[in-house]
């Protein structure tokens, strides 16, 4: 299915283990994913550190397919390259007014107002 070369069950195996294991740093502060609680395909930007509870985006998955919503910023920017060391993505793509996106075939429109219109 979709050109993986291991089934999906494996894949997100794998996938879900290097999103675990996966840090990076802006300054000397850590950060990582936790998987959302209440969806598995939903993870938590975060602190490396179970006092902060704060979240700093969401990255939502799909099989092979990532949507990463997080402010722009070195959180954002070292996580991407955090990714890259990882896998090597296709295209990265910012939402703005001027440039929808679509993702698992629905479009993402950014109006004027920050509201974000499917």
């Known amino acids: 299915m979709y050109g993986l070369r291991e089934s999906p069950f494996l894949w997100s195996q794998e996938r879900d283990a290097r999103l675990t294991e996966l840090r990076w740093k802006v300054g000397t502060t850590q950060y990582r994913l936790q998987r959302c609680a209440s969806d598995s395909q939903a993870w938590i930007i975060k602190r490396d550190s179970e006092s902060?509870?704060?979240?700093?985006?969401?990255?939502?998955?799909?099989?092979?397919?990532?949507?990463?919503?997080?402010?722009?910023?070195?959180?954002?920017?070292?996580?991407?390259?955090?990714?890259?060391?990882?896998?090597?993505?296709?295209?990265?793509?910012?939402?703005?007014?001027?440039?929808?996106?679509?993702?698992?075939?629905?479009?993402?429109q950014l109006r004027s107002n920050g509201d974000v219109f499917l």
Do not use: C
């Open 52 to 108: 902060d509870a704060r979240l700093f985006g969401l990255l939502a998955v799909y099989v092979d397919d990532f949507m990463a919503m997080a402010d722009d910023g070195p959180v954002r920017t070292n996580f991407l390259a955090a990714l890259g060391k990882v896998w090597v993505f296709a295209k990265q793509e910012i939402l703005t007014t001027s440039h929808p996106i679509t993702f698992l075939g629905i479009e993402f």
